[in-house]
């Protein structure tokens, strides 16, 4: 059973960056899609980016392209967000999730998510 936790979350000033990473367990990371999605209170689970497995592809969401990007070692079995130029309105909860399907935009391609790991940008 695959598991994944993130970590990397915390309390950054506007303008300021933070590295997200996400570690699986298990053997199906190197041939799985990973990717993040975010939710604030109130708000919808938003997708962000996303890497294939070999990490070739990568597709990031408008909001977070020139800022973030994803990418992956699979030595590790590890997915990263370096999030740039952090404004308050990125502060969420960020999850990652993997996609034994490839790699996606759309929240119903992936078969397992984190807990999830919150970020809060202050002005």
């Known amino acids: 059973q695959v598991q994944l936790k993130e970590s990397g979350g915390g309390l950054v000033q506007a303008g300021g960056s933070l590295r997200l990473s996400c570690e699986a367990s298990g053997r199906t990371f190197s041939n799985s899609g990973m990717g993040w999605f975010r939710q604030a209170p109130g708000k919808d689970r938003q997708f962000v980016a996303t890497?294939?497995?070999?990490?070739?592809?990568?597709y990031v969401t408008g909001f977070a392209k020139g800022r973030f990007t994803i990418s992956r070692d699979n030595a590790k079995n590890t997915v990263y967000l370096q999030m740039d130029s952090l404004s308050p309105e990125d502060s969420a909860v960020y999850y990652c999730?993997?996609?034994?399907?490839?790699?996606?935009?759309?929240?119903?391609?992936?078969?397992?998510w984190g807990q999830g790991t919150q970020v809060t940008v202050s002005s």
């Open positions: 999730a993997l996609s034994r399907s490839g790699y996606a935009t759309m929240a119903h391609r992936y078969d397992v």
């Open positions: 890497i294939s497995s070999s990490g070739y592809n990568t």
